[in-house]
């Protein structure tokens, strides 16, 4: 039983740039969730999708976007990169929407911005 | 901000119960304790969760007291592959599905 797998693994881009960064979730998931973790510091919540569509977003900016295909799949992107979006980004699947199933990570993608 | 309150850090020698406190003082009747924990270069791991029962796996226990306002973590035979920052989190519907993660206890495991 395949848990929750994000590509890519790393990844590097310039400053301007624009990101696109996948997440399948485990297998009998439909809502996903993403978080931004920067170094030394917990998990932060960006947005979570459930139904393709986005119910909750944390405090981060329209510069991150997301999506959620029907097969619960989905995509977080980043335009105009900063220096400062350089941090690992998790994704995490639960079922049931807003009940309280654990949500399981991934091992998220390491985005380096020079 | 987090609604938890962990110590720092915690050493723990090998073979013996490590016992991870947390206080939640302000945590709503209808709200669950979460305990994740994250091993350097892994996403967080989910270890164990409760309302107000004691609550056991096959990873964990969680002692939760009676008036809910704090929580103990044990992981019973503690192991060097058990080192990494363990997160004591507060959730219910109202997050709507939004972990708070504070900085967490990293637990060292010493032979």
């Known amino acids: 039983d395949a848990g929750v797998t994000q590509s890519p693994t790393h990844l590097i881009k310039t400053r301007g740039q624009q990101v696109t960064l996948r997440c399948s979730p485990k297998?009998?998931?439909?809502?996903v969730s993403w978080y931004q973790q920067a170094l030394g510091q917990g998990p932060q919540f960006i947005f979570q999708y459930y139904e393709e569509e986005e119910r909750q977003r944390g405090n981060f900016p329209d510069r991150f976007s997301g999506h959620q295909f029907p097969n619960y799949s989905s995509e977080l992107n980043v335009n105009a990169l900063l220096l400062g979006d350089s941090a690992l980004y998790l994704c995490?699947?639960?079922?049931?929407?807003?009940?309280?199933?654990?949500?399981?990570f991934g091992d998220g993608t390491r985005l380096s911005i020079l | 901000d987090a609604k938890t309150t962990q110590p720092p850090s915690m050493d723990c020698a090998e073979g013996r119960a490590a016992n991870l406190p947390c206080n939640h003082s302000?945590?709503?009747?209808?709200?669950?304790v979460y305990w994740y924990r994250q091993i350097h270069s892994q996403g967080p791991q989910y270890i164990i969760h409760?309302?107000?029962n004691n609550e056991t796996n096959e990873m964990a226990s969680l002692i939760i007291t009676e008036d809910r306002k704090s929580s103990t973590l044990i992981l019973p035979h503690a192991t060097l592959r058990d080192t990494a920052v363990y997160y004591c989190?507060?959730?219910?519907?109202?997050?709507?599905?939004?972990?708070?993660f504070g900085q967490g206890t990293t637990l060292q495991v010493k032979p």
């Open positions: 409760g309302l107000k």
């Open positions: 995490a699947s639960s079922s049931g929407g807003f009940g309280n199933q654990p949500q399981h």
């Open positions: 302000t945590i709503s009747g209808n709200e669950y």
């Open positions: 297998s009998g998931h439909d809502t």
């Open positions: 989190i507060v959730y219910g519907s109202s997050n709507t599905g939004k972990l708070i």
